[in-house]
T-cell receptor
Framework: NAGVMQNPRHLVRRRGQEARLRCSPM?????VYWYRQLPEEGLKFMVY????????ESGMPKERFSAEFPKEGPSILRIQQVVRGDSAAYFC???????????FGDGTRLSIL | GIQVEQSPPDLILQEGANSTLRCNFS?????LQWFHQNPWGQLINLFY???GTKQNGRLSATTVATERYSLLYISSSQTTDSGVYFC??????????FGTGTSLTVIP
């Protein structure tokens, strides 16, 4: 029973490029959450999605960041025109429904040159 | 949003010692989870504990929801327990708030 799968594990981009981070939730989980962890800090909520719907994106920066969770396929967190400050670990979590335990993937470490 | 405070921020233990980590939160919550982030950055679920007490081997946790705190107990600590321990609470809108963590180092 596979856990939450995130890929890539590490991603290096130059300033101005686009970064795409993918998350496949656990089987049977239809709720996906994205978090960002800056060095030496805790995780900060970014966005909460269900299939084809964004439920809460209050933690997402207003520009350059977007997320989707299509009917088929993984959830995607997209960062356009990356800047050095986007360097962080991005974690995805899934749950079968709200108010259920969230299970985390191993994260994607994004480095911006 | 909900404020989550963890204490102590840093902890150094001799192998075999016991410890208690605390998590205070500022409002009513639907859910509380404890996680261990190992030195490789992976987040491991320890407990899902919105209230009551649970035990899993050398670890146990207690949440007193009415007083807005949770405790994580680690007994007979081992070097593999090293890492950062996070408490996270979920508000009524299903949004999670993480504390800043307790960094634990267990020395042999």
């Amino acid at each position: 029973n596979a856990g939450v799968m995130q890929n890539p594990r590490h991603l290096v981009r130059r300033r101005g490029q686009e970064a795409r981070l993918r998350c496949s939730p656990m089987k049977g989980h239809s709720h996906v959450y994205w978090y960002r962890q800056l060095p030496e800090e805790g995780l900060k909520f970014m966005v909460y999605l269900q299939k084809e719907n964004i439920i809460d994106e209050s933690g997402m920066p207003k520009e350059r960041f977007s997320a989707e969770f299509p009917k088929e396929g993984p959830s995607i967190l997209r960062i356009q025109q990356v800047v050095r400050g986007d360097s962080a670990a991005y974690f995805c979590a899934s749950s079968p429904s709200g108010s259920q335990p969230q299970h985390f993937g191993d994260g994607t470490r994004l480095s911006i040159l | 949003g909900i404020q989550v405070e963890q204490s102590p921020p840093d902890l150094i233990l001799q192998e075999g010692a016991n410890s208690t980590l605390r998590c205070n939160f500022s409002d009513s919550v639907n859910n509380l989870q404890w996680f261990h982030q190992n030195p490789w950055g992976q987040l491991i679920n320890l407990f899902y504990i919105p209230s009551g007490t649970k035990q899993n081997g050398r670890l146990s946790a207690t949440t007193v929801a009415t007083e807005r705190y949770s405790l994580l107990y680690i007994s007979s600590s081992q070097t593999t327990d090293s890492g950062v321990y996070f408490c996270a609470v979920e508000d009524t809108g299903n949004q999670f708030y993480f504390g800043t963590g307790t960094s634990l180092t267990v020395i042999p």
